[in-house]
């Protein structure tokens, strides 16, 4: 059984691996064949270069960090305080009666919708950014950290208090590690999220610098190679990252299922 299970995580590495590479080499082919023109759609080779190119110059690495900059800002922002509402509502039904009403209702706003309004208040800058992103991080945080608490079993509590586990005690040695799972894919989705809408502010809030500002002067410039680069950052980037907070999660959950045992 085990040799199996083995097994079949190979093949699951084999094909996430051997998928990016096909996809690669039909990029190039049907570039390479004039089914798409090279200025619409550079080949692969061409990309890498420019790739490499503006990472040797430096270039590209300040974009990188100045768009990274925003992201953990935005992220820690909107997690934080996605965290705090979630769990009100979890442990608290009045809570939930208060603010779930308003708290459903605006997330029925697009993302992108709250742009214009954050740039009317406070303007073309850094604040605005980080704003949008920490948007993005706070829908997904509140609502898996509500799922995850909401969700814990009534014995865990009944059985916890018992042996006299209340309050605080009782929320952090209970009600979050069992809630830890739910929250831990709210921070992953919102990680996912803000990347994405730090990439879009960037387009649309007028910036010197960062990812989505490389796509915007090859778009401007009709610069098909830059703006491929962009794309293929932002993907690699958000992948890493993705990976990263997973592995993080991965590691919190063992020490404290390695706590509780102690």
Do not use: C
């Not at 080499?25 to 080779?45: N, R």
């Not at 209702?105 to 073309?124: A, D, E, K, S, Y």
């Not at 997973?246 to 706590?259: D, L, M, N, Y």
């Amino acid at each position: 059984m085990q040799i199996m299970n083995i097994q079949n995580r190979v093949k699951i590495k084999v094909i996430g691996i051997a998928l990016p590479i096909a996809l690669l080499i039909v990029w190039h082919v049907f570039v390479s064949a004039g089914y798409v023109s090279p200025h619409i759609l550079p080949l692969p080779e061409t990309v890498l270069s420019t790739l490499v190119r503006l990472l040797t110059k430096g270039k590209l690495i300040l974009m990188i960090a100045i768009s990274l900059r925003r992201v953990v800002y935005g992220f820690l922002l909107g997690t934080a305080s996605g965290f705090l509402l979630g769990l009100l509502m979890g442990l608290s039904r009045t809570a939930e009666k208060l603010f779930a009403p308003t708290f459903h209702t605006i997330r029925q706003v697009p993302l992108i919708g709250w742009i214009p309004l954050i740039v009317m208040w406070f303007g073309m800058n850094e604040v605005s950014r980080i704003l949008v992103v920490a948007i993005g991080a706070f829908y997904p945080t509140t609502l898996n950290t509500f799922a995850g608490v909401r969700g814990v079993p009534r014995k865990y509590v009944e059985l916890a208090s018992v042996y006299g586990y209340k309050g605080l005690k009782l929320v952090r040695r209970i009600i979050l590690p069992a809630a830890l799972p739910s929250i831990i894919t709210g921070f992953t989705l919102s990680l996912g999220m803000s990347w994405v809408l730090l990439v879009a502010a960037e387009l649309l809030i007028e910036t010197m610098a960062g990812i989505g500002k490389v796509i915007d002067i090859g778009r401007e410039t009709f610069n098909m190679e830059l703006v491929m680069v962009g794309i293929v950052t932002t993907g690699l980037l958000g992948f890493i990252m993705t990976k990263v907070v997973e592995r993080a999660a991965q590691a919190a959950q063992k020490g404290r299922v390695f706590e509780q045992e102690q």
